[in-house]
């Protein structure tokens, strides 16, 4: 990961329209927002708020019309989408509420999948370190069909971490858990937090809200401190 001086995620005055026919939407409008490294920041709004459309931006996984996405110094926003693709695969982590994981490879496949696909020469956990991270040494030959829910969640942050990532982005990570797995993957995202990285996790749970540095809200498409 890049020096603490600079911030781990940095984005600047983001809009975002959709056209349906001839209606048009604007579902990010001057959006603004800056993760420290260390810091874990809750975005917290209303369905339909602008969230999910805010997180594929700040991802580079969606474009903004209008305005900028710097991670750890390196600009991510109106780049190539393969220029966004190494990017996302040097410096960030996404933790989506799909878990981002391929069913037809059980989770050793899917924690590999994501460190091939880092290329820096600094470190990164092994697979077996990151199983051990998340609970699930024993389970790593296990495919996505016969994890339970707490399983798949904690296998898909340890594809979200693969990267060591400067910055994590997860959306409702603990939205369908227990509230003791909901502890556990919360002291994971903390951990990493601990080592340098920003967290930033849109969530509606209380529980994710009180771990959290700072919170953001979202409100049509609004970003207020």
């Given at each position: 990961?890049?020096?603490?001086?600079?911030?781990?995620?940095n984005?600047?005055e983001?809009y975002?329209?959709?056209?349906?026919?001839?209606d048009?939407?604007?579902?990010?409008?001057?959006?603004?927002?800056?993760?420290?490294?260390?810091?874990?920041?809750?975005?917290?709004?209303?369905?339909?708020?602008?969230?999910?459309?805010?997180?594929?931006?700040?991802a580079?996984?969606?474009e903004p019309?209008?305005?900028?996405?710097?991670?750890?110094?390196?600009?991510?926003?109106?780049?190539?989408?393969?220029?966004?693709?190494?990017?996302?695969?040097?410096?960030?982590?996404?933790?989506?509420?799909?878990?981002?994981?391929?069913?037809?490879?059980?989770?050793?496949g899917?924690?590999r999948?994501?460190?091939?696909?880092?290329?820096?020469?600094g470190?990164?956990?092994?697979?077996?370190?990151?199983?051990?991270?998340?609970?699930?040494?024993?389970?790593?030959r296990?495919?996505?069909?016969?994890?339970?829910?707490?399983?798949?969640?904690?296998?898909?942050?340890?594809?979200?971490?693969?990267?060591?990532?400067?910055?994590?982005?997860?959306d409702?990570?603990?939205?369908e858990?227990?509230?003791?797995?909901?502890?556990?993957?919360?002291?994971?995202?903390?951990?990493?937090?601990?080592?340098?990285?920003?967290?930033?996790?849109?969530?509606?749970?209380?529980?994710?809200?009180?771990?959290?540095?700072?919170?953001?809200?979202?409100q049509?498409?609004?970003?207020?401190?």
């Amino acid at each position: 990961m890049s020096g603490w001086a600079t911030p781990a995620l940095n984005a600047r005055e983001l809009y975002r329209f959709f056209r349906t026919g001839d209606d048009e939407t604007l579902a990010l409008r001057g959006a603004s927002l800056t993760v420290a490294r260390g810091e874990t920041v809750a975005v917290v709004g209303p369905s339909g708020s602008g969230k999910s459309t805010l997180l594929a931006c700040l991802a580079g996984l969606d474009e903004p019309a209008g305005g900028s996405v710097e991670v750890a110094g390196e600009r991510i926003s109106h780049r190539p989408e393969a220029v966004r693709a190494k990017i996302r695969a040097h410096r960030i982590g996404v933790l989506l509420q799909s878990r981002n994981l391929l069913p037809h490879l059980d989770v050793r496949g899917n924690i590999r999948l994501a460190r091939r696909a880092w290329r820096h020469s600094g470190f990164r956990p092994s697979v077996d370190e990151l199983l051990d991270r998340v609970g699930l040494g024993d389970r790593g030959r296990a495919t996505p069909a016969q994890l339970s829910g707490g399983e798949l969640a904690r296998a898909g942050l340890a594809v979200a971490l693969a990267n060591n990532p400067d910055v994590l982005l997860a959306d409702e990570p603990t939205g369908e858990l227990d509230g003791y797995t909901e502890e556990q993957v919360l002291e994971l995202l903390r951990d990493h937090a601990d080592q340098g990285a920003g967290l930033l996790i849109v969530t509606h749970s209380a529980e994710v809200v009180a771990i959290a540095d700072r919170v953001v809200t979202i409100q049509d498409g609004a970003v207020a401190p």
